[in-house]
Structures are given as structure tokens and as C-alpha cells.
């Protein structure tokens, strides 16, 4: 049977020991960043105040919560007033304090920093931020405020009696009780601020008394090692158990078993399991090969470095030929480009004398030609500058003779326009006479329609008519002058403006004027 098949342990694995770890690795986290608290319960009130739950706890829940700060506040006033009085007359008469002021101010100094010290170790544990070491001087002036009740109740002189003891004791009660309560407390607010967050692995109370000694081994690698719970500590303490059980079966006893299988027992202290501890060597292998490999990769490395350097150096030296041999024959080639420049300059001469007398051949036979071209170009010139001036002069006879033209009908209309004046005149006359004629029958008949009116209004007054009818007479009277006697000619605008009516009640007026119309109404025309 070999070391492979031995039964590791019968358990199955533990919850955060998903697989072994290297034992070069750290050790594993206790648990992950604290899960965020659950959510609040929010209630509105009647009045529109939103309030909260903390922890998703009931209203009764809260209620019952509340009760217990109330509570908790009352023990500690009672607490910080018997101590207050125990301590300052204690501090005053037996500890040398001058004054029972000073004695007073020492007890209140002492009293005040236990709270605050509670409260701020308090505050942070509702916030999720504890202080681990806080609690140590809570505890420590905790401790001395209840060794200085318990001293305020000792005799002053004589023996101590089972009755002073007793004193002592209940003295020492209350911040006792004090203490407990806020360490109750502050249990309580972490669990219910962080009630998804596993607690802190804990060992059982019952395995600290039956076995004190290996229970203190397991604990003590709980604590080094960040087991995250106890059910791990416990499988991983039953897996070496095992392991060391079947080493003495296949070897007969620990020490004969190899130094390789001795290992899990050897790691144990350290909280690898057996799987991570048998692991050891093959990782050291693989380490040590990975060593062997990596300086392998730089001698071969560093021997391409130095095949690099040689190629470079060889590159330079043929780069350097390279450029002489360049240079030798740019020189071979500047000679050669001399002596054919030279040979173009004397044949480039040659031609430029030869190009010289032709040009001076050409340049007289070209002013030759230009001044044929210029005097043709002036002949030229005189012809049409004289057929413009013969242009010119038949235009100037044609203007001449369609002035004259104008002119004899320029008099003809000068005389047609005074003769239709004269009409002009004569119609305007009679126009103006027949205006005063047309304008003297409107007034005669204005006059007669004024008087028509005024005949028509006093036999209305005789007749004792209502303004209605006399409204209606007068549009009756309307209808006769301005709508010839029809009541369609005559527009509603003007009933509406002669009597300052709606469109409604001027077109009631038109129709009962129109009635009495019917009906013969007929009013006196003088």
C-alpha cells in the first residue's frame, strides 16, 4: 500500500478549501469583504415621516430593541451614580486626593472615558469598521473601577469578616453587569449589521473540557492560519489523525515512514492539509526545474547576444568597405563626368556660333518681312477709317431727315392737343353746372325729407307712440327716402348706426317698418 492510496480523510471538504493550495501561497482569507447589511425596512407614518428598520427587523422587534437601550441606559446611570459616590468618597479618604472636588473630578474622569471609549467601540461596529483593541482599556478601566468599589467597601482597620467580603462583592456587581451588557450589546449590533457575514470561527465550550490540550492546538492554528470555521479546523485535524494512523499501519511505526511521508505530519502546525503537504516535493521539483530552465533561457539568451554583437560587428566592418569602395568610385566617375562635360562645352560652343549666324540671317529677313506687314497693316487702316467716315455721314443725313420728320409731327400733335383742351374745357363747365344742379336737388330733397320728418314726429307725438314704434315709423320713413320703398334696399347697417343696434333688433325694425308699410302707413310730405 502506498502513500497515494492512503484515505486522506473521510469527511468531504471543507466549505473554503475548494482545492489544495501551493504551500508557497498565502494562506487563504478568512471569509470575503463583509456582504453589505441587508436592506432596511422603510414604514410611512401617518404624518409622512419615512422611518426605517435596521436589519429587516418587525416594528415589535424594534419596539423590544428600543426597550432594552432604555434598559441598558438605566443600569448604567445607576451604575456611574453608586460608583461616582463609592469611588470619589473612596479616592478622597484613602487614596489621598486633597479635596473631595478633585476626588469627585478623578471618579467623573474615569466614569466619562468608560463611555466613550463604549461608544466609539459601539459606533464602529455599527459601521462595520470594529477596532479589535479597543475593548482592551474598556476592560482595563472597567477592571480598576471594580477593585475601587470593592475597596470603598473594605474595613479600615481589623479583620475582614464574611460580611465585608460580601460588601466587596456587591460593590463590584454593577460594573460587572455594565460591562456584560455592552459586550451583549455590541454582539448583538454585529450581527444585525452584518447578518450576512459569517461569524468568527469558534470553538465549542464542551470540546475546550474534554480535551484542553488539542483543542489549544487546533485553536491556536484556527488563528494562525485563517481557518474560516471550526467544522474545517476539526476535518483538517481528523485528516492528520487519519494520515498518522495509516503510516504506523503500512510502516509499523511514524518514525520508520520516509521523510516525504512525514511531511503532512511535519506541515501540520503550519495548516496545510495532507494533499498540500505531500505536494511539497513535486512543487520544490517544479520550482527547482523551473530554476534550471530560467538559467538555461539566459545562457542561451546571452549566447545570441553575443552571435547578435559579432553579426553587428561584421555589418559595420562590411559597411565601412562598402563606403570606400564607394567613394573611389564616385571619384572615378566625377573625372569621367569632367572630361565629357568639357567635350559638350567645346561642342555647345561650335553650335552656338553656327545657331549665331543663322539667327542674325533670320532676324533680317524677319524685319523684312514685318515692315511688308506694317505698311499692308496701314494701307489697310486708311481703308477702313475711310469707309467709317463715308458710314458716318449717311447716318448723319438719315438722322437729319427723321428730325425733320418728328418735328412736322410734333406740330400736328401741338395742334390736335389745343383743340381737345378747348373740348376739355367745355365738358368740365357743363360737368361743374350739372354738379350745382344735382347738388341743389339733394338739398331740396334733404329739406323736404327734414320737414317729411318733423311733420312725421309731431303727429307721432300727437298719437302718444311708444320709442318702439317710433323706431319702426322712422325706419318705415328710412325705407321710403334711402330704399325707394323696397325694406330689402335699405342695409341693416344703417338702421344699426341710425339707432345704435344689433344687427338683430335693426333687422326686427326693417321688417315691422316693412309691415306697417303693408299696411299703409303713408307719412305727410310737405
Do not use: C
Not at 469583504?33 to 414604514?43: D, K
Not at 466619562?112 to 479597543?134: F, H, K, N, Q, S
Not at 511531511?263 to 498540500?276: D, F, I, K, S
Not at 566617375?333 to 567635350?343: D, K
Amino acid at each position: 500500500m502506498t502513500l497515494t492510496t492512503l484515505p486522506l480523510s473521510k469527511q468531504p471538504a471543507a466549505p473554503g478549501r475548494s482545492s489544495p493550495r501551493s504551500a508557497s501561497d498565502a494562506p487563504p482569507k478568512t471569509s470575503p469583504t463583509a456582504a453589505p447589511a441587508s436592506e432596511t425596512t422603510e414604514t410611512t407614518s401617518g404624518t409622512g415621516r419615512r422611518w426605517s428598520l435596521p436589519g429587516g427587523l418587525t416594528r415589535g422587534q424594534t419596539t423590544a430593541a428600543a426597550a432594552i437601550v432604555l434598559a441598558a441606559l438605566t443600569l448604567a446611570g445607576i451604575g456611574l451614580y453608586l460608583s461616582f459616590e463609592h469611588v470619589a468618597a473612596f479616592a478622597h479618604d484613602r487614596l489621598s486626593f486633597a479635596t473631595l472636588g478633585k476626588a469627585r473630578l478623578f471618579t467623573v474622569g474615569v466614569d466619562v472615558g468608560i463611555l466613550v471609549l463604549i461608544a466609539l467601540d459601539l459606533l464602529m461596529t455599527w459601521l462595520r469598521r470594529p477596532i479589535a483593541w479597543v475593548r482592551f482599556p474598556v476592560w482595563l478601566l472597567t477592571g480598576a473601577t471594580i477593585v475601587l468599589n470593592a475597596a470603598s467597601a473594605a474595613p479600615s482597620a481589623g479583620a475582614w469578616t464574611a460580611v465585608d467580603y460580601v460588601a466587596s462583592f456587591a460593590h463590584g456587581i454593577v460594573p460587572v453587569l455594565f460591562i456584560a451588557v455592552v459586550e451583549i450589546g455590541k454582539t448583538a449590533i454585529k450581527r444585525v449589521v452584518s447578518a450576512d457575514t459569517a461569524t468568527a470561527p469558534s470553538v465549542p465550550l464542551s470540546r475546550w473540557l474534554l480535551a484542553p490540550g488539542p483543542t489549544f492546538g487546533m485553536w491556536r492554528r484556527m488563528k494562525l492560519w485563517d481557518l474560516s470555521t471550526y467544522a474545517e479546523a476539526v476535518d483538517l485535524y481528523k485528516e492528520h489523525l487519519v494520515y498518522r494512523v495509516m503510516l504506523k499501519r503500512q510502516y509499523g511505526s511514524v518514525k520508520n515512514a520516509p521523510a516525504d511521508a512525514l511531511l503532512p505530519l511535519t506541515m501540520a502546525r503550519y495548516g496545510l492539509t495532507v494533499a498540500e503537504a505531500l505536494a511539497l516535493p513535486q512543487e520544490a521539483e517544479k520550482r527547482a526545474q523551473a530554476l534550471r530552465d530560467a538559467e538555461e533561457d539566459a545562457r542561451v539568451a546571452e549566447e545570441a547576444r553575443k552571435a547578435e554583437r559579432a553579426a553587428q560587428a561584421e555589418i559595420a566592418r562590411l559597411k565601412a568597405a562598402g563606403a570606400v569602395q564607394a567613394a573611389r568610385t564616385e571619384v572615378e566617375a566625377s573625372t569621367s563626368r569632367a572630361e565629357v562635360l568639357a567635350a559638350a562645352d567645346v561642342a555647345a560652343a561650335e553650335r552656338a556660333a553656327t545657331a549665331e549666324t543663322e539667327a542674325l540671317e533670320s532676324e533680317a529677313v524677319a524685319r523684312a518681312d514685318a515692315e511688308r506687314a506694317a505698311a499692308e497693316e496701314r494701307a489697310a487702316e486708311a481703308r477702313r477709317r475711310a469707309a467709317e467716315a463715308d458710314k458716318a455721314a449717311a447716318e448723319a443725313r438719315a438722322r437729319e431727315a427723321e428730325a425733320a420728320l418728328i418735328a412736322a409731327e410734333d406740330k400736328a400733335r401741338t395742334a390736335a392737343a389745343e383743340a381737345s383742351t378747348e373740348e376739355a374745357r367745355a365738358r368740365a363747365a357743363r360737368a361743374k353746372q350739372d354738379a350745382a344742379e344735382a347738388e341743389q336737388a339733394e338739398a331740396e330733397a334733404r329739406r323736404r325729407a327734414a320737414e317729411a320728418e318733423r311733420a312725421a314726429v309731431e303727429a307721432e307725438d300727437e298719437l302718444t307712440l311708444s320709442p318702439r314704434d317710433r323706431k319702426i315709423r322712422k325706419v318705415a320713413r328710412m325705407i321710403l327716402t334711402e330704399g325707394a320703398g323696397h325694406a330689402e334696399h335699405l342695409p341693416l347697417e344703417s338702421v344699426m348706426t341710425a339707432f345704435g343696434v344689433s344687427q338683430t333688433t335693426a333687422s326686427e325694425y326693417r321688417a315691422a317698418a316693412a309691415q306697417i308699410l303693408a299696411e299703409g302707413y303713408a307719412p305727410e310730405v310737405r
